[in-house]
């Protein structure tokens, strides 16, 4: 059974950076796609930014285009977020999800993640 462990979570003023770490474990984890999604209070979970299997073809979403960063090394079996300029509206849960196809090809969307994490905290404070 995959597991994965948010960390990197935390209280930051508006502009600051913030580094997420997702750690996998249970399954081959260079095989599958990674995602990140965030769900604020009252609104429902959003997608982020995910990354292919092969780390070479990242997406994200407009409101973070240019300000975050997705990465992976498929050495630690680890997934990161790299969070710049962070704003008020960034503020929510992040999750880390895994894709349920190995070697799933075009965008993946949130139905295509089967796997997910407990979430970390980031509040952005103006």
């Known amino acids: 059974q995959v597991q994965l462990v948010e960390s990197g979570g935390g209280l930051v003023q508006a502009g600051a950076s913030l580094r997420l770490s997702c750690a996998v474990s249970g399954r081959p984890f260079s095989a599958y796609a990674m995602g990140w999604f965030r769900q604020a209070p009252g609104k429902e979970r959003e997608f982020v930014a995910t990354?292919?299997?092969?780390?070479?073809?990242?997406y994200y979403a407009d409101s973070v285009k240019g300000r975050f960063t997705i990465s992976r090394d498929n050495a630690k079996n680890t997934v990161f977020l790299q969070m710049n300029s962070l704003k008020v509206e960034d503020t929510a849960v992040y999750y880390c999800?895994?894709?349920?196809?190995?070697?799933?090809?075009?965008?993946?969307?949130?139905?295509?993640?089967?796997?997910w994490g407990q979430g970390t905290q980031v509040t952005v404070s103006s």
């Open positions: 990354i292919n299997w092969s780390g070479d073809n990242t």
């Open positions: 999800a895994a894709d349920r196809t190995a070697y799933g090809s075009g965008v993946r969307l949130r139905a295509d993640f089967g796997s």
